[in-house]
């Protein structure tokens, strides 16, 4: 038999290096994880490089590349998909940058890069939307609020380039940057001016406004500068429909994903309580893509929280994390008429808290699938895999050919 429908399961940031605390294994390899080992025994498992060897993922081009959207190709910065991801209608041209509310002290340095990791922004967002003014360029803009401490802002208008700075000086007790044009261009030097603007403005809104009042009052840190970074244009993107011949739906807190998703024509399903913190409705997530199977051919499901425990050094979270994320996923074993894909799409050691080169696991379970001698779904054990070492890109086509959607090359 041949199944005709695919499960893209990323575990965001899942890989890691042997970590001290945990006997030198890595959380994942720590962590107590039986569907991820039955999945792995039933399958084919590998190791895989998002992008190539050696080469840092971030979570936007290893998602694109995995989707089988060469990022050389169709990525100018994570702006413009974080800008979709959060709900703005993203034309071709406009200008979209990544933001994070952060903590300003009153001596003018960043104090706190995330804002106590606050989760309601939309007040904020909504006064910065009315309050802020950038007429005086000819520039209209729409700011929205992502998941968590994050945000997006869109830039619309003439005369206007993506080759500009960030304010984020991406460590604490630092003073934030000045936007500066990276390029010796007019547009890119209007940009630049715009930016600082739309920061000097929204600073004062935010000084002022009660949500961040009643921050300092319980003593929480105040979600008072807006950081911005990731500047880029909005490009085209084939339909995923219209490259594969399947129908397709993304499910993700993170608007970063969901935006790839619905770039590339995927549809994005809502669930009631994900967060892409510790938090999330993880069964929520894995209830739906169930359920986004009966109708649609291929469903990607992003899950954050290990990452996020990765960035903060926490080996101990990240393995409690996994074996939280295991306990949901026991319906996949016995999904029919369908390939499973789970992997990671990059790793994110406890150690230098940021994602690194390391190649990350992967396994393929399914009709039709040659199951080789892997029983654990780790690091080190799926490197004896019968997939060996791949390439993001190669990943998707693998699943495809599982599915008889895959074009002959050749005669």
């Known amino acids: 038999m041949t199944a005709r429908k695919i499960l893209f399961l990323i575990i965001d940031g899942l890989s890691d290096r042997p970590c001290p605390e945990l006997g030198d294994l890595t959380p994942l390899e720590a962590a107590h994880h039986p569907v991820l080992n039955q999945l792995a025994a039933g399958g084919v ?12 993922p971030g979570s936007d081009t290893a998602h694109l590349a995995l989707l089988g959207y060469d990022p050389r190709t169709y990525y100018t910065g994570r ?9 703005i209608r993203m034309e071709p041209g406009m200008i979209g940058f990544r933001c994070n509310y952060a903590t300003l002290s009153p001596q003018g340095f960043v104090t706190d890069r995330r804002a106590g990791r606050i989760h309601d922004t939309q007040a904020l967002s909504q006064a910065v939307q009315e309050g802020v003014n ?12 992502g998941a968590g401490h994050r945000a997006a802002l869109a830039l619309k208008g003439e005369g206007l380039g993506h080759c ?5 000086p991406k460590k604490d007790h630092v003073a934030p940057l000045t936007i500066t044009p990276v390029r010796d261009r007019a547009q890119d030097k209007k940009t630049a001016e715009v930016c600082n603007d739309f920061v000097r403005q929204s600073q004062e809104i935010l ?47 993170a608007s970063l994903i969901s935006g790839i998703g619905t770039a590339v024509g995927l549809t994005r ?27 649609k051919d291929f469903v990607l499901v992003n899950i954050k929280g290990a990452d996020e425990s990765g960035h903060d050094g926490l080996a101990h979270q990240k393995k409690a994390f996994i074996e939280k994320v295991d306990a949901v996923l026991e319906p996949l074993p016995d999904l029919r ?18 994602h690194s080169a390391d190649p990350v696991p992967v396994l393929i379970y399914g009709d039709g699938v040659r199951v080789d001698e892997v029983t654990e779904f780790g690091e080190r054990s799926c490197a004896r895999g019968g997939l060996c070492r ?6 998707l086509p693998t699943a495809l050919d599982l599915v008889n959607q895959a074009h002959k090359y050749g005669a």
């Open 269 to 295: 399903v809502a669930v009631e309580g994900i967060t892409g913190s510790q938090d999330s409705n993880i069964q929520g997530k894995i209830a739906a893509a169930v359920r986004e199977l009966e109708r």
């Open 134 to 145: 950038l007429s005086k360029a000819g520039v209209e803009f729409v700011f929205r609020s």
């Open 164 to 168: 500009v700075s960030s304010n984020d």
């Open 207 to 253: 000084a002022e406004h009660p949500v961040n009042r009643e921050r300092i009052r319980q003593g929480q840190n105040p979600a008072n500068i807006v950081l911005m970074r990731g500047a880029g244009e909005m490009g085209n993107f084939e339909p995923f429909e219209k490259k594969y011949g399947m129908s397709g739906s993304v499910i993700a807190a």
């Open 79 to 87: 702006g413009p998909l974080e800008c979709v991801g959060s709900g």
């Open 390 to 395: 791949i390439t993001g890109a190669g990943l």
């Open 45 to 56: 498992c590998g190791i895989m490089d998002t992008i190539a060897a050696g080469i840092r």
């Open 337 to 354: 008429d369908c390939i499973i894909v789970v992997c990671a799409d990059h790793s994110t050691p406890c150690s230098i808290k940021d």
